[in-house]
C-alpha cells in the first residue's frame, strides 16, 4: 500500500510539475507551496492530501486572463478545465489508497490480538517477566549477565521461563535452543 501511494504521488507530482510549473503565484500557491520542481511539487501534494487548503491551491492554479498573462517569457495562467480533475482524482485517489492503509493496520492489530489470546502467553506474563527482570537488573540498563539465564529462567517459570524440576543439564540445552544473540557476556532486554 505505501508503494502504491509512493507510485500515486510521483505520478501526481509529475504531472503537476508538466501542468502547473509556470502557473503565477497567488494567496495559495507560493515560493514554499509550488508546482515549480518535482521536490515541491511532492511536498505541495503531502499538504494537499492532509487536506490543507487544496481547494485554495486549485483555484490559484485556475488563474485566468486579466489575473495572468502579463509574463513575456511564458504563459503563467491556469488551466480552469484541467486544475479540478487534477486535484479531485489525486485526492479521491489518495483518500482510498490512505484508508486501506488505516484499515490494514487495524486489521494487522486485530490478527495480533487474536493471536495473543490463543497463546498461551498471557499479558501477567510479561508483566512477570519485566518485574523479575528488574531483579536481575537493579540499574536498569536492560541488561543482565548471560551467566544469569538459567537462574533467570528458572525464577521466571513457565510458559516464559523453566520449570523449577528440570536438571541442569536440561535448563543449559534449553537455553541453547532459545538463540538469544550474547554480547560481551550480557545478553540484552529485548532479545
Given at each position: 500500500i505505501g508503494g502504491f501511494l509512493g507510485l500515486l504521488f510521483f505520478i501526481y507530482g509529475i504531472l503537476g510539475v508538466n501542468l502547473f510549473a509556470q502557473v503565477k503565484q497567488g494567496e495559495y500557491l507560493t515560493y514554499h507551496a509550488n508546482f515549480?520542481?518535482?521536490?515541491?511539487?511532492?511536498?505541495?501534494?503531502?499538504?494537499?492530501?492532509?487536506?490543507?487548503?487544496?481547494?485554495?491551491?486549485?483555484?490559484d492554479t485556475m488563474v485566468t486572463a486579466p489575473d495572468c498573462g502579463?509574463?513575456?517569457r511564458w504563459n503563467d495562467c491556469g488551466d480552469p478545465e484541467t486544475a479540478p480533475l487534477y486535484y479531485v482524482s489525486f485526492l479521491l485517489m489518495a483518500g482510498f489508497v490512505l484508508t486501506n492503509l488505516f484499515v490494514a493496520i487495524i486489521l494487522d492489530n486485530f490478527g495480533t490480538t487474536m493471536q495473543l489470546e490463543k497463546s498461551e502467553l498471557r499479558l501477567n506474563d510479561l508483566h512477570r517477566f519485566i518485574e523479575i527482570w528488574a531483579d536481575f537488573d537493579p540499574t536498569a540498563e536492560l541488561t543482565i549477565r548471560t551467566l544469569l539465564l538459567p537462574t533467570f529462567l528458572e525464577r521466571l517459570g513457565p510458559p516464559l521461563g523453566i520449570s523449577r524440576r528440570t536438571s541442569r543439564v536440561e535448563i543449559l540445552k534449553r537455553t541453547r535452543n532459545y538463540c538469544i544473540p550474547e554480547h560481551g557476556g550480557v545478553i540484552h532486554f529485548i532479545e
Open positions: 515549480e520542481t518535482f521536490p515541491n511539487a511532492i511536498l505541495l501534494l503531502f499538504r494537499m492530501v492532509t487536506g490543507e487548503n487544496w481547494n485554495g491551491v486549485m483555484h502579463n509574463d513575456t
